[in-house]
């Protein structure tokens, strides 16, 4: 009788074992597929594309400017042949300079047109080789001088990014913001109130105060992920 009941004892071991290692094997697999399915998630990324025609050039321009603006925005800039050209014509305020496909990252920006003459004398110095420095003496000079003028309050929008890649269907792209700047001529940081160092994300501040490219600049928050 001992015999019987120890067989029976034992089988009933065996079972249990056999159980238990099944629900492990069970537990094991799950935690494989779920992990699996988590390592493919971040691919999410397969709608970017890299900017290689005019037409996105125009298209990511464009995210420079107010969205209600960005159907009458006149567009300039180098295009996938490396010419400097009107991409495309415009009727309204704004002036948009696409992205240089040359240039490592994106960056376009969309300003005011009466900001075009102090762009394109910019423009006009970097292509004779001055430097950043040379740039800002000169045109501060002619500006004192009335060779031109930069219409206070006129604003210049910047949309720039780490990755010269966008979605096709929002023309958005990957990692670019937004930053603001209102151009005021000679404006100190004791006439405007503002200081003149950011004090954080998405607060105003004076840039170059007591010049002729002064100017408040507005940046981007800071990423909430980070």
């Known amino acids: 009788m001992k015999l019987i009941i120890t067989a029976f004892v034992f089988a009933g071991l065996l079972v249990s074992c056999n159980s238990s290692d099944k629900t492990k094997t069970t537990i094991q697999e799950s935690e494989t597929t779920e992990i699996t399915t988590e390592s493919k998630q971040p691919e999410t990324n397969k ?60 960056s376009a920006a969309c300003y005011h047109k009466d900001l075009e003459p102090f762009m394109a004398r910019g423009r006009a110095l970097k292509a004779e080789g001055k430097k950043h420095q040379e740039i800002f003496d000169i045109r501060e000079e002619e500006m004192k001088a009335g060779k031109f003028n930069i219409t206070s309050g006129a604003t210049l929008h910047i949309y720039s990014g780490p990755k010269a890649e966008y979605d096709p269907e929002t023309a958005e792209v990957d990692g670019a913001k937004l930053r603001y700047v209102v151009y005021l001529p000679w404006a100190t940081a004791a006439s405007t109130g503002l200081p003149e160092a950011p004090v954080a994300s998405n607060h105003p501040w004076i840039m170059n105060p007591g010049t002729h490219r002064a100017h408040i600049m507005i940046s981007p928050l800071a990423d909430e992920s980070h």
């Open 47 to 106: 709608a970017l594309q890299a900017i290689t025609t005019d037409d996105a050039l125009i298209a990511t321009a464009l995210m420079a400017a107010p969205e209600a603006s960005r159907s009458g925005c006149k567009v300039i800039g180098y295009n996938m042949a490396g010419e400097f050209v009107t991409l495309k014509e415009g009727d309204n305020e704004f002036i948009v300079l696409a992205d240089d496909p040359n240039k490592n990252g994106f």
